[in-house]
């Protein structure tokens, strides 16, 4: 089955890329060439630009800027609009991987930013995003993330927890009532796709137009599929644990104790995201670029996963 790198959508054999995909990226652009580089050669090109890069972390990343006229992206040093990242060879399927989980999110209504595959001249997938904090040619959008907002460095980006990400919320956010209830999603999504690294620099407010919020999700990945013995399912700490988490921790705990939602209002919302990770998750993750055995994983996890939070732990 030929599927967009994209949307996932069926795609007759021989296409790359459906219009609907290729017009949330540009109207103009028409196909996306294969990038002119094997991995050995991005991973190179990757470790040698990585002192210029404004956006770190773990993964290789390259900055990149979308040639709507040759439909191809292009590696740049400076003022790029597009993330790139290759597939670290120690985490086979990674780009793959964060492209269905990021898919899955917009799926489930939480904001995410264009995203998809790329294809490169060896075969190799690279998992490219549309960054979010530029506008146009120069304007930058303020943001600042959690380990910034709470006096952390990136060495200390585990030492915190998922209650003082709410305080950073109640504390900075114009309308906090509102961010929390999209954290709180954030939180369960994470918790069922099996990411146990949201740490402090993957939770980030911006600034447009006069209002703090948080910004579109970014680096949702399941986690647990890609390390061999995952030992915890949070990397921040949720009452102390890290492990073990339920329906209580979750819901009764942290979005109705801690972020003061309303009962009734947080049980419509997560019966809604249980339904869609039964009813719709699955098509999806077939329809995935990952290999048959890693869409297996993925759906045994979402399964355990949406077993434990329907399930009502005795007080």
Known sequence: MNRCRITLEELPRGSCYSR?????????????????????????????????????????KLSAVLRIKEGRFEIVDRGGRFILKPCPPQWPEVPANEALTMTL??????????????ESTDGSMVYFIRRFDRVGQRERIPMEDGAQLLGHTRDTKYES???????????????????K?????????????????MHLKNWSLHSRSGRVALSPAYDFLNTSIVLKNPQEETALPIRGRKRNLNRRDLLDYLAVERCGLQTELMRTDLEKLLLQAEA????????????????????HLVRERVARLRSQVAP
């Open 20 to 60: 609907a995909g290729l017009k949330r990226l540009d109207p103009r652009l028409m196909e996306i060439q294969p990038l002119p580089y094997t991995l050995t050669q991005q991973l190179e090109e990757a470790a040698a630009r990585a002192g210029k890069m404004s956006v770190q972390g773990v993964q290789p």
């Open 105 to 118: 999110a917009e799926h489930s209504g939480i904001e995410v930013p264009v995203h998809g595959l790329v």
């Open 161 to 179: 927890s998922m209650e003082q990400v709410i305080g950073m919320v109640d504390r900075f956010c114009t309308f906090p009532v509102i961010e």
């Open 181 to 197: 209830r999209k954290l709180i999603q954030r939180v369960w999504f994470c918790f069922l796709t099996g990411n146990e690294d």
């Open 280 to 299: 719709e998750w699955p098509f999806l993750i077939r329809r995935s670029f990952l290999s048959e055995p890693k869409r297996e994983a993925y759906l």
